[in-house]
């Protein structure tokens, strides 16, 4: 009997698109762009238009999420 191997798993990639934030968050795209609006979440431009997310930054907004929410 031969066991297989583990499947390769790609490392998590560093920019995210908006909708991934969304899907990511739980939330819509346009809550997304009103985060990105306000500055509360930063983001990159990459070739005019798009729009990506740093994992590190979509990290640390959450991180900060529960540091700001009293807890009960």
Known sequence: ?????PAATAPPRL????AE???EL???RDT???LL???ALP????AGRLRRIRRTDLTA???SLASSTPSR
């Open 1 to 5: 009997m031969t066991v297989a191997a």
């Open 15 to 18: 920019l995210l698109s908006v």
């Open 21 to 23: 934030v969304a899907a």
């Open 26 to 28: 739980g939330c819509g």
């Open 32 to 34: 997304v762009y009103v």
């Open 37 to 39: 609006t306000s500055g």
């Open 43 to 46: 983001s990159v431009k990459l």
């Open 61 to 63: 907004y959450v991180d």
